[in-house]
């Protein structure tokens, strides 16, 4: 079974640039998920998907991120713009559903200069 | 105060000892809880899944709750270099968002 795929795994961009980080998760799985790890931390949801209505998107800071899954399967999630702070690896997860074991990629690892 | 809450360590021990990690949460909705383990510059990798109160063994892991102190707890014995990592504990209420903690590092030194 193919894991969580995450594109790109490294990033480099300017400080008010924009990105897009891409995830497909596991086939089958309902519940995507978007996380934001800084160096030393804990992951911490940004949003949260079931099928591809948003179930929690109350740490996502709306005025600079957004994230949309197409069809309920692939999802984007973009900065715009990006400020120095947003340096950290963007994780994606998925789910059969809520309240079963999530599975993570690899992580896209974001730098703001 | 976070909802999950763990020591960040480092914690160092010698190959072969066992590694005790312990979390802490406060929401009494959890039902559900992980630990991943996570290398530098990769993704957590899940390691236990547990519902509810009690324990469960996995080889060298084992992973209690107790729900009654609001307390999870990763055993790892016979612990090799290869452990060396950060260990992310995870709590989920039953339709809810998944929380971490964040991370306990280990170190298992030769």
């Known amino acids: 079974e193919a894991g969580v795929a995450q594109s790109p795994r490294y990033k480099i961009i300017e400080k008010r640039q924009s990105v897009a980080f891409w995830c497909n998760p596991i086939?089958?799985?309902?519940?995507l998920y978007w996380y934001q790890q800084i160096l030393g931390q804990g992951p911490k949801l940004l949003i949260q998907?079931?099928?591809?209505?948003?179930?929690?998107d109350s740490q996502l800071p709306k005025d600079r991120f957004s994230a949309e899954r197409l069809k309920g399967v692939d999802s984007t999630l973009k900065i715009q713009p990006a400020k120095l702070e947003d340096s950290a690896v963007y994780l994606c997860?998925?789910?059969?559903?809520?309240?079963?074991?999530?599975?993570f990629g690899q992580g896209t690892r974001l730098t703001v200069v | 105060q976070k909802e999950v809450e763990q020591d960040p360590g480092p914690l160092s021990v010698p190959e072969g000892a066992i590694v005790s990690l312990n979390c802490t949460y406060s929401?009494?909705?959890?039902?559900?809880f992980m630990w991943y383990r996570q290398y530098s510059r990769k993704g957590p990798e899940l390691l236990m899944y547990?519902?509810?109160?009690g324990n469960k063994e996995d080889g060298r892991f084992t992973a209690q709750v107790d729900k009654s102190s609001k307390y999870i707890s990763l055993f790892i014995r016979d612990s090799q270099p290869s452990d060396s990592a950060t260990y992310l504990c995870?709590?989920?209420?039953?339709?809810?968002?998944?929380?971490f903690g964040g991370g306990t590092r280990v170190l298992v030194k030769p």
């Open positions: 998907f079931q099928n591809n209505g948003v179930v929690d």
């Open positions: 995870a709590s989920i209420a039953a339709g809810n968002k998944l929380t």
């Open positions: 929401n009494s909705a959890f039902q559900y």
């Open positions: 547990t519902y509810s109160s």
């Open positions: 086939s089958g799985h309902a519940t």
């Open positions: 997860a998925s789910s059969k559903l809520t309240g079963t074991e999530a599975f």
